[in-house]
């Protein structure tokens, strides 16, 4: 996430002016990112909704402007793991959708149907080691943190994640990464 | 294989094609929740102590017709010079004092002397200090607003008015009289005002006052709007906003289910001032209309002017929290039980009912009260079978948040109950809300 320290200063200000461009540059992103935890697109919106006027009430909580992103992706977690507890019983998502667009090839369509499967395999859990891990570029430590999880348990989620993605993917060389310890860090 | 996993989650994720930043619901979110946390605590306290200490809204098209206890305890409290405007709760007019013109127009009969000290007139409003002088004596027990009827030109002026007066000393009271017009007014006219009976006196006092909008005019911006937004079977708009060097008016408009309790009130949200509007009470008086099952409700809100003129204004509709009994947070307590014991109206607060004396000819409840409002006023007593019981006096306050209220008497035997409601937060309705643009 590209946020200019200057911009971070004016959100813990409470500069509405910044909190709109904040969130018109972010939306899609933080969308996506609750989109793969939760499956569901609206309550992804919800989630990233939420994720905003929460950072806006705890902008004071904010002490070191450096680490906004592990920062804020924590503030996103929450508010995802607050919607998950609330999921609707029904509602359209990516566990149960096929998301293959014919146009684009079976060789992609077959992978992304394979990435879907994979994921709807995962606990919300291992789907948000990977979210903060690759989608959100945050470090084993920001995203530990970003979770609550102990390092040592945010890892381990993320080995675990890694496994079941190789496994499923049928991907061998990740499973030979994982086993050599290759955790991101 | 980091890279891999990224691309994949990256091109996975692109699935998911959010809308738009929603940014208008997102900051009105964030102006709920900050006003959430402050308004609903600190200014709707002011507000609500405004609505009763204010005592306002004697007679005219208001239709109050008697004083509460509390407007009397109110009035006890009686407004020193220059000090009205924030006594009668409308901290703008006090703010806009200087917006005033300073009189001494004075009528005399029956001993009684009337004087008009000072008149505000803007685009909506004309507010009128007076001062009542009186020979050696007090009239009647109580206070009371004068009746003051306005006419230009000998016709009478079709305005909606009231107000409050309160003692300054033994021998004079100082008050205010407050008027909306319903429809235009010229900008500079001579305002004949008529009392026909101050306190228990009848007698004729008649004055004339002109009247300007000289010292407004320059520091008024009113603009028509046709803002409309529609969700489910709710349709919100706004159609005019005022705003003056006293205050703010926005008139509004919505459909509200006949029958169904409260309604729509608006929180104002200045942001380039950084401030929440404070509403206060009065205020003019819009209609209903009722069409089968469609109430259309005209409503208009009174608010404390901005700092500054801003270019636009945000509004985001709430629906407000009159109490309804009917809900389903209703509870009742036996009047009978062993003391004290408390109601808690959740956000209103918690009643502890102290003592119950039964006498022979009265039975007087002892509560104190602690929550935002000035008394406990959302609460009764009734019959087992659910009438209620009214009560003879009071709250009365006996300062310190302590109050007894003397009902018919009633055994104990009676098993009467107090009914009573636990309530929530209100409902900001940021689906509705809106930028208002003044320029």
Known sequence: MDVSSDMVNRLRNGEMKAYQEFVEQTWSKSVRACWIILGHQQDAEEAAQDAYVNLFRNRSQLRNTDRFDAWFYRVLMNSAKQIRRRRRPTGISFHDVDLVDVSEGLGKADLRMSVQHAMGQLTDEERTTLVLTYFCDLTDREAASATGWHLGTFKWRLAKAKRHMGQILGQEDWLTDIAAGGVSS | MTTEMKNLLLEFAEQCQPASAPWD?????????????????????????????????????????????????????????????????????NRAVAFDNKMQHTASDRGIQFTITDAYYDQDRLSLQYRIDLPDRMIGSSPA????????????LDLQGGGACGSASETAWQGMWEMYPNGALPNDFTLQVAIHKIGGVAGNWLLQVPVSRDKTQANTKVVELNLSKAQGDVTFSINRVSVTPASVIVDYEYNWKPGQPGGIDLLIYDRENGEYLRPVSGGPVRQRHTDGNTQTVEAAALFDAPKQLPSSLYVIPEKNSVPDLTQNQAFLAPLNQTMPFTLDEGILGQIVVNHVDYTPDKTVVTLSYHGPLPYPMFFGLQKPNGV????????????????????????????????????????????????????
């Open chain 2, 25 to 93: 619901a997102i900051e009105a979110r964030i102006i709920a929740d900050g006003k959430a946390d402050k308004f609903r605590w600190s200014d709707r306290h002011k507000r609500l102590t405004g609505l009763a200490g204010a005592a306002v809204l004697v007679g005219g098209m208001y239709g109050a017709a008697s004083l509460s206890p509390v407007v009397a305890i109110a009035l006890d409290k009686a407004p020193g010079v220059n000090q009205v405007y924030d006594w009668f709760g409308d901290p703008g007019l």
């Open chain 2, 145 to 156: 607003a004068p009746e003051i009827d306005c006419y230009m030109n000998g016709e009478k």
């Open chain 2, 388 to 439: 209620p019981i009214d009560p003879l006096t009071g709250p009365v306050s006996n300062g310190n948040g302590q109050f007894t209220i003397s009902y018919p008497a009633i055994q104990p035997t009676d098993k009467a109950e107090f009914t009573s409601a636990h309530y929530d937060s209100t409902d900001f309705m940021t689906d509705f809300a809106m930028q208002v643009p003044l320029n």
